[in-house]
Protein backbone atom coordinates (compact mmCIF):
# COMPACT_ATOMS: atom_id res chain seq x y z
CA UNK A 1 0.00 0.00 0.00
CA UNK A 2 1.41 3.10 -0.82
CA UNK A 3 -0.75 6.33 0.35
CA UNK A 4 0.02 9.70 0.95
CA UNK A 5 -2.05 11.85 4.10
CA UNK A 6 -2.94 15.09 3.02
CA UNK A 7 -4.37 18.11 5.01
CA UNK A 8 -3.54 20.77 6.57
CA UNK A 9 -1.24 21.29 9.68
CA UNK A 10 -3.37 20.25 12.24
CA UNK A 11 -5.48 17.74 10.86
CA UNK A 12 -4.11 15.19 12.37
CA UNK A 13 -1.87 12.86 9.90
CA UNK A 14 0.61 12.04 11.87
CA UNK A 15 -2.31 10.36 14.62
CA UNK A 16 -3.84 8.80 11.50
CA UNK A 17 -0.52 7.72 10.23
CA UNK A 18 0.43 6.11 13.75
CA UNK A 19 -3.02 3.90 13.40
CA UNK A 20 -2.13 2.81 10.10
CA UNK A 21 1.52 1.81 10.37
CA UNK A 22 0.37 -0.39 12.84
CA UNK A 23 -2.36 -1.93 10.70
CA UNK A 24 -0.94 -2.25 7.50
CA UNK A 25 2.98 -3.09 8.70
CA UNK A 26 4.51 0.26 6.31
CA UNK A 27 6.87 2.51 7.51
CA UNK A 28 5.38 6.09 8.16
CA UNK A 29 7.26 9.22 6.19
CA UNK A 30 7.06 12.22 7.64
CA UNK A 31 9.01 14.90 6.08
CA UNK A 32 8.46 16.85 9.08
CA UNK A 33 9.69 14.70 11.38
CA UNK A 34 12.67 14.02 9.73
CA UNK A 35 13.25 17.90 8.81
CA UNK A 36 13.11 18.06 12.68
CA UNK A 37 15.94 15.50 13.48
CA UNK A 38 18.23 16.85 11.24
CA UNK A 39 17.51 20.30 13.14
CA UNK A 40 18.29 18.29 16.47
CA UNK A 41 21.08 16.58 14.97
CA UNK A 42 22.46 19.78 13.19
CA UNK A 43 23.11 18.47 9.92
CA UNK A 44 23.91 20.59 7.06
CA UNK A 45 20.17 20.11 6.11
CA UNK A 46 19.37 20.91 9.81
CA UNK A 47 20.88 24.03 9.75
CA UNK A 48 19.94 25.21 5.88
CA UNK A 49 16.27 24.40 7.38
CA UNK A 50 15.59 25.47 11.02
CA UNK A 51 14.45 29.30 10.42
CA UNK A 52 12.58 28.44 7.24
CA UNK A 53 10.41 26.24 9.74
CA UNK A 54 10.58 28.50 12.26
CA UNK A 55 8.69 31.32 9.72
CA UNK A 56 6.30 28.13 8.75
CA UNK A 57 7.63 28.36 4.85
CA UNK A 58 8.20 25.37 3.12
CA UNK A 59 12.00 24.15 2.72
CA UNK A 60 13.50 24.20 -0.88
CA UNK A 61 12.02 21.36 -3.07
CA UNK A 62 15.62 20.08 -4.20
CA UNK A 63 16.28 19.78 -0.77
CA UNK A 64 13.07 18.07 0.44
CA UNK A 65 12.83 16.03 -2.66
CA UNK A 66 16.67 14.69 -2.66
CA UNK A 67 15.70 13.62 1.59
CA UNK A 68 12.69 12.01 0.68
CA UNK A 69 13.97 10.22 -2.27
CA UNK A 70 16.58 9.04 -0.12
CA UNK A 71 14.18 7.72 2.41
CA UNK A 72 11.86 5.87 -0.23
CA UNK A 73 14.62 3.73 -1.55
CA UNK A 74 15.32 1.89 1.73
CA UNK A 75 14.29 -1.34 1.86
CA UNK A 76 11.62 -1.13 4.65
CA UNK A 77 9.53 1.21 2.05
CA UNK A 78 9.18 -1.54 -0.70
CA UNK A 79 5.92 -2.87 0.02
CA UNK A 80 4.41 0.35 0.47
CA UNK A 81 4.37 3.59 3.05
CA UNK A 82 2.38 6.08 4.59
CA UNK A 83 3.34 9.92 3.47
CA UNK A 84 2.47 12.47 5.42
CA UNK A 85 3.95 16.10 4.79
CA UNK A 86 4.60 15.65 1.25
CA UNK A 87 4.35 16.70 -1.19
CA UNK A 88 3.39 19.93 -0.44
CA UNK A 89 3.19 21.62 -3.63
CA UNK A 90 2.84 20.45 -7.61
CA UNK A 91 6.73 20.32 -8.34
CA UNK A 92 7.45 18.05 -5.45
CA UNK A 93 3.70 15.25 -6.52
CA UNK A 94 5.36 15.73 -10.32
CA UNK A 95 9.07 14.36 -8.22
CA UNK A 96 7.92 11.80 -6.24
CA UNK A 97 4.86 10.70 -9.77
CA UNK A 98 8.48 10.27 -11.69
CA UNK A 99 10.16 8.33 -8.82
CA UNK A 100 7.55 5.71 -8.26
CA UNK A 101 7.23 5.77 -12.17
CA UNK A 102 4.56 2.93 -12.89
CA UNK A 103 3.75 2.20 -9.55
CA UNK A 104 2.05 5.52 -8.37
CA UNK A 105 0.48 6.28 -5.26
CA UNK A 106 -2.18 3.92 -4.71
CA UNK A 107 -4.29 6.05 -2.57
CA UNK A 108 -4.24 10.26 -1.14
CA UNK A 109 -6.74 10.56 1.56
CA UNK A 110 -7.55 14.10 2.57
CA UNK A 111 -8.49 14.84 5.99
CA UNK A 112 -10.65 18.04 5.97
CA UNK A 113 -11.14 19.92 9.35
CA UNK A 114 -12.67 23.08 10.02
CA UNK A 115 -9.77 26.26 10.41
CA UNK A 116 -10.53 27.57 13.70
CA UNK A 117 -10.15 23.78 14.93
CA UNK A 118 -6.86 23.75 13.39
CA UNK A 119 -5.39 26.81 14.92
CA UNK A 120 -7.08 25.46 18.04
CA UNK A 121 -5.37 21.80 17.80
CA UNK A 122 -1.82 23.69 17.01
CA UNK A 123 -1.69 26.01 19.59
CA UNK A 124 -1.97 23.41 22.20
CA UNK A 125 1.02 21.47 20.45
CA UNK A 126 3.46 23.46 21.62
CA UNK A 127 6.16 22.71 18.85
CA UNK A 128 8.48 25.48 18.50
CA UNK A 129 6.93 26.27 15.36
CA UNK A 130 3.51 26.18 16.81
CA UNK A 131 2.95 30.31 17.49
CA UNK A 132 0.82 31.98 16.50
CA UNK A 133 1.89 34.01 13.74
CA UNK A 134 3.47 30.78 12.30
CA UNK A 135 0.33 28.57 12.56
CA UNK A 136 -1.14 31.55 10.44
CA UNK A 137 1.56 31.42 8.20
CA UNK A 138 1.52 27.91 7.66
CA UNK A 139 -2.31 27.78 7.07
CA UNK A 140 -1.61 30.63 3.98
CA UNK A 141 1.00 28.98 2.66
CA UNK A 142 -0.95 25.50 2.55
CA UNK A 143 -3.76 27.63 0.68
CA UNK A 144 -1.59 28.54 -1.66
CA UNK A 145 1.00 25.57 -2.21
CA UNK A 146 -0.78 22.80 -0.89
CA UNK A 147 -4.99 22.80 -1.65
CA UNK A 148 -3.32 23.13 -5.79
CA UNK A 149 -3.13 18.66 -4.96
CA UNK A 150 -6.70 17.96 -4.50
CA UNK A 151 -7.04 18.89 -8.15
CA UNK A 152 -4.08 16.62 -8.62
CA UNK A 153 -4.96 13.97 -7.20
CA UNK A 154 -8.90 14.66 -8.23
CA UNK A 155 -7.81 14.26 -11.82
CA UNK A 156 -5.89 11.10 -10.94
CA UNK A 157 -8.37 9.30 -9.50
CA UNK A 158 -7.00 8.32 -6.34
CA UNK A 159 -8.54 11.24 -3.89
CA UNK A 160 -10.72 10.47 -1.04
CA UNK A 161 -12.06 13.13 1.26
CA UNK A 162 -12.70 12.22 4.84
CA UNK A 163 -14.15 14.02 7.29
CA UNK A 164 -10.91 14.93 10.04
CA UNK A 165 -13.48 16.91 12.51
CA UNK A 166 -14.67 12.93 14.06
CA UNK A 167 -13.28 11.37 17.47
CA UNK A 168 -9.34 9.69 16.44
CA UNK A 169 -11.18 6.37 16.31
CA UNK A 170 -13.92 7.61 13.68
CA UNK A 171 -11.50 9.34 11.42
CA UNK A 172 -9.08 5.93 11.16
CA UNK A 173 -12.66 3.98 10.42
CA UNK A 174 -13.41 6.16 7.64
CA UNK A 175 -10.04 5.84 6.37
CA UNK A 176 -9.64 2.05 6.62
CA UNK A 177 -13.33 2.24 4.90
CA UNK A 178 -12.24 4.74 2.48
CA UNK A 179 -9.20 2.36 1.83
CA UNK A 180 -10.63 -1.13 1.53
CA UNK A 181 -13.37 -0.21 -0.65
CA UNK A 182 -11.26 1.01 -3.36
CA UNK A 183 -8.82 -1.48 -3.03
P1 LIG B 1 4.99 19.30 9.29
O1 LIG B 1 5.48 18.53 10.46
O2 LIG B 1 4.62 18.40 8.13
O3 LIG B 1 3.90 20.27 9.62
O4 LIG B 1 6.23 20.17 8.75
C1 LIG B 1 6.86 21.14 9.56
C2 LIG B 1 7.65 22.10 8.69
O5 LIG B 1 8.66 21.36 7.96
C3 LIG B 1 6.84 22.80 7.60
O6 LIG B 1 6.19 23.97 8.09
C4 LIG B 1 7.91 23.11 6.56
O7 LIG B 1 8.69 24.22 6.96
C5 LIG B 1 8.79 21.87 6.65
N1 LIG B 1 8.36 20.81 5.69
C6 LIG B 1 7.85 19.58 5.99
N2 LIG B 1 7.58 18.87 4.89
C7 LIG B 1 7.92 19.67 3.84
C8 LIG B 1 7.86 19.54 2.42
N3 LIG B 1 7.37 18.43 1.85
N4 LIG B 1 8.32 20.57 1.67
C9 LIG B 1 8.81 21.70 2.22
N5 LIG B 1 8.87 21.90 3.54
C10 LIG B 1 8.43 20.91 4.35
Known sequence: MRMMLLGPPGS????QAEYLIDRYRIPHVATGDMLRAAVREGTELGNRAKAIMDRGELVPDDLVIGMLMQRLA??????GFI?????RNTAQARALDAQLEDRGLGHVVALEVPERELTKRMLGRGRSDDTEETVRNRLTVYHDMTVPLFEYYEKAGILRRIDGFQSIEDVAASIVSALESTG
Open 12 to 15: GKGT
Open 74 to 79: NEDAEE
Open 83 to 87: LDGFP
